[in-house]
C-alpha cells in the first residue's frame, strides 16, 4: 500500500469520526460501542461454544435473535426519548424540573453494555483465562447502579416486566 493510499484511509476515517462526532456527540460513541460489543459477544460467544463442542446454527440464530430483541428495546427507549423531548417541548402545561433532551436510550445502551462485557469476561472464563473476581463486581455494581437510576426515574411500580421476571425464572 503506497504512503498516497494510507493518507486517504487516514483523512476517510478521521472525516467519519468527525461527523459522527459533530451528529450524535457522546452518544454516538456509546451506540458504536455497544454495536461493536453486541457483535463482539456474538461472534466470541460463538467461538466458546465450538471450543466447547456446543456450537449449533440454531443457537446462532437464537442469539441473533436475542441481538436483533437488544436493538429494539434500544429503538424503544430512543422514540420514547423522542417523545418526551417532544412533549415537553410543545405543551407547555407539562414541564420537567431540568432540560430533557435525551435519558432512556443512554441508559438503556449503558446497561445493554454493561452485560456484554460481563458476557465477554464470561467467554474469557471459557477460553481458559483467568478474570479477576473484582471485576466481575464492579460490572455487577454498575448494573445494579444503572438498574436503580432506572428504577428511581420510573417512582413506583416502575419495576421489570412481569413477562421477563416470568421468563427469568424459567431459564
Do not use: Q
Request: charged share 15%; glycine share 12%; net charge negative.
Amino acid at each position: 500500500m503506497n504512503e498516497t493510499t494510507v493518507t486517504t484511509v487516514k483523512a476517510a476515517i478521521a472525516a467519519a469520526v468527525a461527523t459522527m462526532t459533530a451528529l450524535w456527540g457522546w452518544f454516538g460513541w456509546l451506540v458504536i460501542a455497544w454495536v461493536l460489543l453486541m457483535l463482539a459477544d456474538w461472534l466470541i460467544g460463538s467461538a466458546a461454544a465450538a471450543k466447547e463442542g456446543r456450537w449449533s446454527s440454531a443457537k446462532m440464530r437464537e442469539g441473533a435473535w436475542h441481538k436483533g430483541g437488544m436493538i429494539l428495546v434500544v429503538c424503544i427507549a430512543l422514540v420514547a426519548d423522542w417523545l418526551i423531548g417532544s412533549i415537553l417541548g410543545h405543551i407547555p402545561a407539562v414541564s420537567l424540573p431540568f432540560t430533557y433532551s435525551v435519558l432512556l436510550g443512554p441508559l438503556v445502551i449503558v446497561w445493554y453494555i454493561i452485560g456484554e462485557l460481563g458476557s465477554l469476561a464470561e467467554h474469557a472464563v471459557t477460553f481458559g483465562a483467568p478474570v479477576p473476581s473484582w471485576l466481575r463486581n464492579i460490572l455487577e455494581i454498575g448494573k445494579n447502579a444503572v438498574d436503580a437510576a432506572g428504577e428511581s426515574i420510573a417512582g413506583e411500580g416502575g419495576g421489570d416486566d412481569p413477562k421477563e421476571s416470568e421468563n427469568t425464572k424459567n431459564e
